[in-house]
């Protein structure tokens, strides 16, 4: 009994779904870069390396052409771009046609104007005026 191939085919039969064909077994059995994400070895830096960006995403594949700034989604890469790049600002202040790229800039800043204050506390308020 090979007790490597033993052991290979366990691996094999626990992850009968695994995409990483360049994992199979090195030659020599060593394997001493160990994913650290998951239980998974590499005989090789460069397969581990692979492995970890191939399985576990830790990727940022969408990269802007513009600056080259890299996103992991890619709305968040047209996020960057309109922000950045095209400057797109739909949230137009009505009172002084200040533009805003995010709701929640515009929001804050329209509360300038309307003097709303959303985070005051409703209770003392009421203890102000009464007093
Ligand atoms: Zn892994
Ligand atoms: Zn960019
Ligand atoms: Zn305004």
Known sequence: MNLLNLSLNKVM????????????????????????????SFARRSALRIHRLTIHEDVKSYLCPECGSAFKANSALIDH?????????????EYCKKDFFSKKDYVEHHRTHTGEKPYECQVSNLDLNTG
Request: aromatic share 8%; glycine share 4%.
């Open 13 to 40: 039969l626990l992850n009968p779904k695994q995409k990483d064909n360049f994992c199979l077994p090195y030659p020599t059995g060593e394997r001493p870069y160990n994913c650290g994400v998951c239980e998974k």
């Open 81 to 93: 771009r309109k922000r950045v790049h095209l400057k797109v600002k739909p949230h137009v202040c």
